[in-house]
């Protein structure tokens, strides 16, 4: 398993083959980078949000993609994501149920937000309240580690499909 603060490179060889067309290759290549990138931030939100149960919108802020140049970048947010993200919190005698997770000792309250948090409390201390999490981070690398065999797939496709859209004149 690879981690998520690694590059990845994709196999550009095929373009060797259309070397006498630079100007539009280095066009289709950017634009395929760019495609390609949004296809994994697209297809990891989805798998990821499927998985955990968790609404696609609450994972847009999670993961972003930047251009810079002649790259295209994808950064995924990994901290832990608060429970009320699951569904609505409902309050029961025992704690909180989220969906189809229980989380006992929880209760639910704004506390300076607009929407209902759930917490816990550590021990009888004042200031032991905390969030309650889940972790997302190990999905979230399994589901990108999963999409990589078919990153160079995508880039090629997208870059043929972007290279025919230059040449076609359609700009």
């Not at 993200?85 to 989220?98: F, M, S």
């Amino acid at each position: 398993m690879t981690s998520l603060n690694t590059n990845m490179v994709l196999d550009t060889r095929f373009l060797a083959r259309l070397s006498y067309l630079p100007d539009e290759l280095a066009k289709a290549a950017k634009q395929a980078m760019i495609k390609t990138n949004r296809w994994l931030r697209a297809a990891s939100m989805a798998d990821l949000g499927y998985e955990l149960s968790i609404d696609t919108k609450a994972m847009t802020t999670r993961f972003r993609t930047y251009k810079n140049g002649g790259m295209s970048k994808l950064w995924v947010g990994v901290r832990s994501l608060g429970v009320h993200r699951l569904g609505t919190p409902v309050q029961n005698g025992k704690g909180v149920q989220v969906g189809s997770h229980f989380y006992d000792g929880a209760f639910i309250s704004p506390m300076d937000s607009d929407q209902l948090l759930v917490f816990r409390r550590e021990n009888k201390g004042r200031k032991s309240i905390k969030l309650v999490t889940i972790d997302i981070s190990e999905e979230a690398e399994e589901i990108i580690d999963s999409y990589l065999p078919d990153l160079n797939r995508k880039f090629e496709e997208f870059f043929h499909r972007e290279f025919q859209f230059i040449l076609s004149g359609t700009q």
